[in-house]
């Protein structure tokens, strides 16, 4: 099943910085596209912030949903008030109610909601597939207060989850591998 982290309009607030991957999104609607056509399960993650300044806060434009991402109707919406998806959201009774053992994920922010679910799939014994350049993140600053390029930022978050949390793969990997 492909699951979507936070694909909504906030994250293309200029507040956020330089990000990387500009084609991710592309690469999502790749996905859809496919997906959907062989009829499998895709389901999407909201963040619905209970903060009062947040861009996705609910009421506000960023909260929707970005339109090369947006559900279906019958696509199931999870909606998190954390950066994980798993709580406080039945995602996995919901998940194993299913039949659903492997989740590809996709979705924003790699060092962030997209790391976190990951990383809680993983533990929660899902064969989970991270798809490198369906995810983006921004640039940040280090524990030591030296500035790292988005593109650092997410290839350490990446390094951080693969073969123990997830398998890292590309687009083009998994769609070729799915055929």
Request: charged residues 20%; proline residues 6%; negative net charge.
């Amino acid at each position: 099943m492909l699951l979507l982290i936070d694909l909504q309009k906030a994250i293309d607030h200029p507040d956020w910085g330089v990000r990387n991957n500009p084609s991710a999104e592309t690469e999502i609607r790749r996905l859809l596209a496919r997906w959907r056509a062989e009829n499998w399960p895709v389901w999407h993650v909201r963040h619905d912030s209970s903060e009062p300044a947040s861009h996705y806060r609910p009421g506000q434009p960023g909260n929707d949903f970005k339109p090369e991402a947006a559900p279906l109707p019958g696509e199931p919406v999870i909606a998190k008030r954390t950066n994980n998806a798993f709580i406080g959201t039945g995602l996995e009774q919901r998940l194993r109610a299913g039949g659903h053992t492997s989740l590809v994920v996709a979705g924003v922010i790699t060092n962030n909601s997209v790391e976190t679910t990951v990383r809680m799939a993983g533990n929660l014994g899902f064969n989970t597939y991270l798809v490198e350049d369906g995810c983006f993140t921004f640039g940040r600053l280090d524990w030591d207060g030296r500035a790292r390029s988005a593109d650092e930022v997410h290839a350490m978050s990446l390094a951080n989850l693969h073969g123990e949390y997830c398998t890292v793969v590309s687009t083009e990997e998994l769609l070729n591998a799915s055929r």
